[in-house]
């Protein structure tokens, strides 16, 4: 299914509603205006970027080598994303 650019800005910016629970398995923190850097087991796995009301997913450890996995309007279905990736990994 095809979303056309202009319908995707209408919708609001998304971005999580709390910070991460320290105690959770995934954690999160914002590094830059609109982009995340996501942690499993203390080890960086990716970034999930903000892009108007989509969350990008990318893979890697590195932003600069990190790669496109997936596009999502729901937080939560990025960060697990990024779990099962690394569990298959």
């Known amino acids: ?4 650019s202009e319908t995707l800005r209408a919708l609001p910016t998304r971005r999580p509603a709390d910070a991460s629970p320290r105690a959770s398995r995934i954690q999160w923190d914002l590094v830059a205006d609109d982009r995340y850097e996501v942690r ?6 990716g970034f999930i970027d903000v892009v108007g009301a989509v969350y990008v997913v990318l893979t890697g450890p590195r932003y600069d080598r990190a790669e496109e996995v997936a596009q999502t309007l729901v937080w ?3 960060t697990t994303a990024l779990d099962q990736l690394r569990s298959r990994g």
């Open 1 to 4: 299914m095809y979303v056309d």
């Open 40 to 45: 499993i087991g203390g080890e960086v796995v």
């Open 76 to 78: 939560s279905t990025a």
